[in-house]
């Protein structure tokens, strides 16, 4: 298991679960990160196709603000697992633990040692994506197709201009600022 977008501004932390057959045979298997976009879009169809089972969790925005982004991030990779179709035997977890009965091993810089860690990288870090690009046609302002709700100098500049939307983590400092900010500017 693995998940994407702990440090994003906007939009939910996203985890996938992939339980990859012994002789995979996929190549170029690494952390998302490393990756570039069509090469990530290339292996996610493969990861998909050739994984014995594979599933997406996601942590909400509301959860994140609720319960911090380490909790939802854990939410968001205990519902991946809950969602495979097939129960695994042991879970490789990238750096942190989940609350499951299942026995897991957290390896640090999991993404980078362990190939079925990378594809669930991989297969998180697409959807995610997928997801930014939907909501850019939503608010275009914010360039989430370009910085995936990062808080990129653009997508901070959107937010002193637009304010946040409803997508936003209120909890994150930039975001926090600019609703205070906006308030502040009311009063």
Not at 21 to 40: C, F, M, T, V, Y
Not at 69 to 88: C, G, H, W, Y
Not at 163 to 179: D, I, N, S
């Amino acid at each position: 298991m693995d998940e994407v977008g702990r440090g994003c501004l906007f939009g939910p932390v996203v985890a996938a679960a992939v339980i990859l057959p012994p002789n995979h045979g996929i190549r170029g298997l690494n952390d998302s990160k490393l990756l570039d976009a069509q090469e990530r879009e290339r292996l996610d169809v493969r990861i998909r196709a050739c994984a014995i089972a594979w599933a997406i969790g996601r942590g909400e925005v509301n959860e994140i603000d609720q319960i911090n982004i380490l909790q939802a991030s854990r939410l968001a990779m205990r519902r991946a697992v809950e969602a495979l179709t097939t129960r695994p035997q042991l879970l490789l977890v990238d750096a942190v633990t989940v609350e499951t009965a299942i026995p897991q091993k957290a390896l640090i810089k999991g993404d980078a040692r362990s190939h079925s860690i990378a594809a669930a990288s991989i297969v998180a870090k697409v959807f995610r994506d997928d997801l930014m690009q939907t909501w850019d046609a939503e608010f275009p302002e914010y360039g989430l197709g370009r910085n995936k709700g990062y808080g990129t100098p653009e997508h901070k500049a959107a937010l002193e201009r637009w304010g946040p939307t409803a997508l936003h983590r209120r909890t994150f400092a930039p975001v926090r600022q600019m609703e205070l900010f906006t308030l502040g500017a009311g009063a």
